[in-house]
């Protein structure tokens, strides 16, 4: 299967349906246009790999697509299908900065290795950049590395909703940064100067909970022999963020509620309330509004937590923002444990973009430290990095019973769908998202392998 995404533009739409079909069956994501102007338009609201364009269309031509795309979107690579084969067109396509040019009527298989050709000069020309270029903090989040349209709309999202006192709800799969946009919101809040207060709503006992947000007084249960001041009033003036608040024990989410509706804590045991001025940003890493649904969540507390979403988008899907975080922890590492290593070497970082990343952002710090403290050259090369990286994803078209043998699709399907699970701490939510199934599809597999495998062994 191949990755990337196509534009398709031809003012034939039978052509555009053809190309289309073909290429996604090939493992391609395509979208299509009749037109350059509307191409143009596609370009400007979405990220794309490669241009698959006709010369020949009313309005703008290909050659003033190819003109346009080089201005706006140089590092885009453009391929121009052409009925016309003299010298003159071959000339006026290839002045226009077009990576290749096509001449129809055309094999479709031929086709596809043209466009694969194109995804993977375009790709190789963005890391040679990253690599040769500083990464740039000066955007006034310096936590925050991306320079991807992904992360350009959280960044601007921060900036929209930080001078607010909104609830904010941060989604998104774990390790993917959710801390540090919390904290880029504090720190451009007008509650910036106050305490900034975090709690990890799964790392505490349920029964210490309440007393851990709320404070308990004297004497409340066995063991409190002083009255204890809870988080809330900790971040009196500031921010609390609560971290994978889906795992609030249901008993605990009504005193949460009125505590964001009322301002008031009353700690574990007082009778008196105490009025508190906080800004909540929640995050989570569970689909709560599955959790709602299942009657585990209650529904009127994640309303007044979403009063804005921020979805954070996995590593996966950010390009070439993972080179840039990469040579950010090289640089802090080499300088934490005093080794001048400058960046990463081109077969490395092919590496890393070709990685699927389940532990996100945090699996990327750690690999780049661990290769940071094993180098012994100036370069990260793939020797340095972890196994999980230095070997290229299987293909799983070997049994593992027996090597001798290809594998079937069955058997393909459930080791890589095995494979996802180990990966993500056998967490089935964050292993659908990953697999694009919904949770009721994978334990229907996961059952379904469970009854073939019991039936393989009693045999």
């Excluded at 009063?307 to 990469?326: F, K, N, S, T, W």
């Excluded at 080791?415 to 199934?437: C, F, H, M, T, W």
Aim: charge should be neutral.
């Amino acid at each position: 299967m191949n990755e990337g995404r196509i534009l398709i533009v031809d003012d034939e739409p039978e052509m555009c349906g053809l190309v289309e079909a073909d290429l996604s069956m090939r493992g391609f994501r395509c979208r299509t246009s009749t037109c350059a102007e509307q191409a143009l338009e596609l370009l400007r609201q979405d990220d794309f790999d490669a241009v698959l364009t006709d010369l020949v269309m009313p309005g703008l031509s290909g050659v003033d697509l190819c003109d346009r795309i080089q201005a706006s979107n140089p590092e885009v690579p453009v391929v121009v299908m052409t009925a016309f084969g003299s010298m003159d067109a071959v000339i006026e396509v290839l002045r226009a900065s077009a990576f290749d040019f096509i001449t129809k009527p055309f094999e479709l298989e031929f086709l596809a290795l043209v466009v694969q050709r194109a995804i993977d000069h375009g790709r190789l020309a963005a890391r040679v950049r990253l690599l040769s270029h500083p990464v740039d903090t000066s955007d006034g989040f310096p936590d925050l590395i991306g320079r991807g349209r992904s992360m350009q709309e959280v960044k601007q999202q921060i900036l929209q909703v930080a001078p607010t006192q909104a609830s904010v709800l941060l989604t998104g799969e774990s390790g993917t940064g959710k801390e540090l946009v919390a904290r880029a919101i504090c720190r451009a809040s007008k509650r910036k100067e106050r305490p900034f207060v975090a709690v990890n709503c799964a790392a505490l006992p349920a029964q210490l909970m309440e007393s851990e947000l709320f404070g308990h007084a004297q004497g409340a249960f066995t063991g409190a022999r002083t009255a204890r001041t809870g988080l809330f009033q900790e971040a009196h003036g500031g921010t609390l963020f609560l971290d994978e608040v889906g795992a609030l024990p249901l008993e605990l989410q009504p005193k949460l509620l009125r505590v964001l509706e009322d301002r008031n804590v009353r700690p574990v045991g007082s009778n008196r309330e105490t009025a508190v001025d906080v800004r909540i940003i929640a995050a989570t890493n569970r689909e709560l509004p599955e959790a709602v649904a299942a009657k585990t969540f209650r529904e009127d507390l994640y309303y007044r937590l979403q009063v804005v979403e921020i979805a954070l988008p996995p590593l996966r899907e950010r390009g070439a923002d993972i080179l840039d975080l990469a040579r950010h922890y090289i640089a802090y590492y080499g300088e934490r444990f005093d080794k001048q290593v400058t960046g990463l070497t081109e077969k490395a970082a092919a590496r890393l973009l070709d990685h699927r990343w389940p532990g996100n952002v945090r699996e990327l710090r750690n690999a780049m430290e661990r290769a940071v403290v094993l180098t012994r050259h100036e370069k990260i090369a793939v020797r340095d990095l972890p196994e999980s990286l230095r070997s290229r994803a299987r293909s799983g078209l070997r049994s593992d019973r027996e090597h001798g043998r290809l594998a079937t699709l069955e058997e393909i399907e459930r080791n890589y769908v095995l494979e996802v699970l180990s990966l993500v701490g056998d967490k089935k939510s964050e292993a659908a998202r990953i697999l694009g199934l919904d949770r009721k599809t994978l334990y229907r597999k996961l059952k379904r392998f469970e009854e073939a495998s019991r039936e393989r062994y009693s045999r």
